[in-house]
């Protein structure tokens, strides 16, 4: 098993910038993938951004490109995602979550999720 804990949400103005971590502990080393998504209200949670554990290819959705950057800290077993230029509409919950295979974008495929961080951008 594989446990995930989100930090790093809160409510912050548009235009602006937050860090989301995702600290993994448990069997880290079945981990291929880590990814983040984000669920808004009233809509079904979708993919934001992905990264292969160890050797990095990122993966990204159209909406959040050159906005969002997701990274790893492998010593500390921690993905991040850092998120500049926020709009209203991204306020949502946001997940991480992990995969033993390289899935990237297909939700269905994370076997492991975290509790959820809130993220509120006001207008």
């Known amino acids: 098993q594989v446990q995930l804990v989100e930090s790093g949400g809160g409510l912050v103005q548009a235009g602006g910038s937050l860090r989301l971590s995702c600290a993994a502990s448990?069997?880290?080393?079945?981990?291929?993938?880590m990814a983040w998504f984000r669920q808004v209200p009233g809509q079904e949670r979708e993919f934001v951004a992905a990264s292969s554990w160890r050797y990095g290819p990122t993966y990204y959705a159209d909406s959040v490109k050159g906005r969002f950057t997701i990274s790893r800290d492998n010593a500390r077993i921690t993905a991040y995602l850092q998120m500049n230029g926020l709009k209203p509409e991204e306020t949502g919950v946001y997940y991480c979550a992990a995969a033993t295979e390289s899935v990237y974008y297909a939700i269905t495929r994370y076997e492991y999720w975290g509790q959820g961080t809130q993220v509120t951008v006001s207008a």
């Open positions: 448990g069997r880290t080393f079945s981990i291929a993938t």
